[in-house]
């Protein structure tokens, strides 16, 4: 959409390129004391990010979709696209194999499990959820993230520094004097490199520029930018960002280094040999509970984000960049792009786990694999793209010679280097990635001039216009707000549930001593039933039921009433593994009634409300002996109810691909038939025929539009349109007498957007409403037009909506009638692509039903001129 902000841009980039490495692998380089590659981590990002803004960026937005290695394939060939393609995969596989390395070394030191089973458990957890639920990266999730790594990077650092001045007022020492000797003496030897500070700094600047010209996930965030300056700006914020967040967790690990040699006896010399697990270890065993679950859930949180967005990244690549080019499948594409990536998906996620456990196995640094894997990998990349900035000649001899050689000598540099044999690289492997870069860029040019080359031209940058940037920005808001307002809908049928749940709740406050329960407090047991009982009569006591403040004080009351309770009474009782299953089922009941995102964040919630609460009613309330087998388990059930949703989803699709297939075919041959009547001179019925093409291309239209199988918009051809005039036209397609349905309108007023699709909207309104009158249900059809609220409703005097049917109305494939259920779902989603909204208003005591449209009184500031005499048909 290339709309983003340049500040939510550069905060993206930051979290990108930080993650959870600066939690578990940036203090373990502070910790060495090798100031030559302490140096390199604070000005690789800052120099590589002003070479990368002042010539690549500009350059990289030229792509003409969502890939920047399409501008490797259109100067180049496609086997230099698909070479990048697979390299991209790799690294991102042994990517995520580092990160759960990682991971299961930190919990190793926290929970004392083994480094093996808890990279197989986090991996297959990761893996499965990837492979049913797919990935939403966003990049405000980025945002949020990198806000959440500073702040406990300043916490933890505020921490640690404390612990150090208490441990010099322990021992009587001057803080700097001793920190100055202490830090001389460490970088005596040589801890880490033997080079120079030239030759790291060089790498690590290298290796940045390849990152941030090279690796998909950064050129994400620059296409994305509203222009190229945004762009670039954005670059520079996470140039200045990175090192900034990357210096406080440097300074961690040299005040680490320094407190341990103060007080040795706070670490054994194990874990003082191991520099990636000497922060992990000093958080799992310094830190107060409070402070230690804020980070580790924030280690944990960065940890599998980074996993499930390397495996879905990688999935869309092999997708997009190797089957579906090849493969040549027709059909839907929705389906295919389904299968195919949940397959991708749970292979990259297994040689994940694969490559995670022999880089602990066999890896003496992660950090030296990261190093020594990015640079081989990304390097083909960065000479490719500096190759096509210095020399405009080369193409795609030139560049395929120029790769090979690049690589060659990295490979040769990387893994020979330090090997004793007479062919092997008498320097070190960081001299391989900027001399490899060089080589290729010199080979390119030198190439270029002897090989004829058919240089293809870059294609134009893909720029949307400002009223398309604002289109789009709309659009995105929409489909934020219509997300978590679905996402806080109930289920069907979940006050059943809740009175289900209701009745053990009484049965418990009845006779809960002969359950074996009498450890509940009967206090915590009415506080459920009552929160249950409200959450059952809420519908018929609240007249707007469906806002989304009920629906978030129904879910708030869901969560109170099953795992907050039962989570106080796990706390307060942690050696009675009879509560720990009370809370599994409690979480599984509440399954039932809410979607799994709201499960998942509502379950969380509720277990940190309950860890409060219990310490609040007992000072020995804690955390039962057995809670990983808790989390677990509770885990296990949203992976549960997130397979269901899943499958639920794709049965879906599947069921109205069949029904748009048939529609489609009913369209064409039903036109083919007129057509060949009318070509032979009869008239049989032409109006009929006329009627079934457009009312089934009107259902397949809207199939089309309600899954998401076509791009049509309701913004599209947006015209100033008569509400009173598309109403009458409405009137005139609807088989009954116009002397049935009343129409008010005092004054008319304009709506923006598509005819075709406003009079479609209107149709399907009017239809509902006559499907009553039609059965002698209702004898009364009004249509008011309010040009002062800027509203349209209409109305009946049939039967009024169930309350308990009226939260459903508008989803798709429900209905209470005869019909497929689409009707109104397609209105609602028309409605918000222009601006609007609709409402249902129907009271149990009322005689009237009604439906009313709300639209806006202004369009992106500029209002409307609602005299209807104007052009009603001037495209704007």
Known sequence: ???????????????????????????????????????????????????????????????SDASIYTLLGNRFGRGISLYMSAAFIVYKVLYAGIILSLVGKSLHFITGASVESIILISGLLVVFYTYMTGIEGVMWTDFFQTVLLAIAGVLALMFVGEHLLSAFDAGGLDYWEASKEILSQGTQD???????????????????????????????????????????????????????????????GMCLYVLYKVSPQLATPEILADPDGVF????????????????????????????????????TVFYCNFYEPFSGRLGSKVLQNMSVMRNCSLIFGCAAILAAYLIFKHASSTLSVFWKGGALILNGALGLFILMRVSKRAGKKSGITALVMGMAFITWATFTSK??????????????????????????????????????SVSGPLIHGEEARRSIARKRRRAKKNIFADSLRPKNFYQVYAGIALAVVLLLIYDRQHMGLGAIPQNLL????????????????????????????????????????????????????????????????????????????????????????ALYLSPEATVPENWVLLSLGTFGIFVFYAMDAAK????????????????KRVSDLTMSHSIDLSQSGRQLNMQDVGRLTHAASDIATAIDALTGATDIDPEDGQLELSVEESLNQVLN??????????????RDFKVLG????????????????????????????????????????????????????????????????????????????????????????????????????????????????????CQNDVQL
């Open 1 to 63: 959409g290339r709309n983003m902000p340049w500040w939510l841009v550069g905060a993206s980039i930051v979290g990108t390129s930080l993650s959870s490495i600066a939690f578990l692998v940036v203090p373990g380089i502070g910790f060495t004391l090798d100031f030559s590659v302490i140096t390199g981590e604070i000005l690789d990002t800052m120099v590589a990010g002003l070479i990368t803004c002042i010539f690549f960026v500009s350059f990289l937005r030229k792509t």
């Open 190 to 252: 040589d801890i880490f490199l033997s080079e120079s500070v030239g030759i790291t700094l060089v790498f690590f600047i290298t290796r940045s520029m390849a990152l941030l010209i090279s690796d998909q996930t950064i050129g994400q965030r620059y296409l994305v930018a509203r222009s190229d300056r945004d762009a670039k700006q954005g670059l520079l914020l996470a140039s200045l960002g990175v090192p900034a967040i990357a210096g406080v967790f440097l300074l961690i």
């Open 280 to 315: 992990a270890y000093f958080i799992a065993n310094n830190m107060p509970n409070g402070l230690l679950g804020i980070i580790i859930i924030g280690i944990l949180a960065a940890a599998m984000s980074t996993i499930d967005t390397g495996i879905n990244s990688s999935s």
């Open 419 to 456: 090997l004793d044999h007479p062919l092997a690289a008498p320097f070190h492997y960081m001299w391989g990635l900027p001399v490899g870069t060089s080589l290729m860029v010199v080979v390119g040019v030198i190439a270029s001039r002897f090989l004829e080359d058919g240089v293809h």
């Open 526 to 613: 009415f506080l459920s039933a009552v929160a249950l009982l409200l959450v059952i009569i809420g519908p018929y006591a609240i007249s707007n039921f469906t806002s989304k403040r009920y629906l978030a004080l129904n879910l708030g009351l869901l969560a109170t009433a099953l795992p907050l309770v039962t989570a106080v009474v796990l706390f307060l009782h942690p050696e009675d593994s009879r509560f720990g299953s009370l809370f599994l089922a409690s979480v599984a009941g509440l399954g039932t009634m809410v979607g799994w995102t709201m499960l998942s964040l509502s379950t969380m919630l509720s277990v940190s409300v309950a860890s409060v609460v």
């Open 648 to 663: 639920a989803r794709s049965a879906e699709e599947r069921t109205f691909e069949k029904v748009h297939t048939i529609l």
């Open 733 to 746: 397609r609807v088989p009954l007498k116009r002397g049935c349905i009343e129409v008010f309108c005092e």
């Open 754 to 869: 598509n005819r075709d699709v406003f009079e479609n909207i209107l149709y399907h309104l009017v239809d509902n409403a006559v499907y009553y009158l039609e059965r002698g249900q209702a004898t009364q059809v009004v249509c008011l037009i309010d040009a002062e609220n800027r509203t349209f409703s209409i109305s009946n005097n049939g039967p009024a909506v169930k309350p308990a049917d009226v939260p459903f109305v508008f989803d798709l494939g429900y209905t209470t009638k005869d019909s497929l259920g689409l009707g109104l779902a397609y209105c609602k989603k028309m409605l918000e692509g222009m601006r609007g909204g609709i409402r249902l208003i129907s009271k149990p005591n009322d005689s009237w039903v009604a439906f009313k449209i709300y639209f806006p009184f202004s369009y992106d500031g500029r209002k409307l001129d609602d005299d209807v005499r």
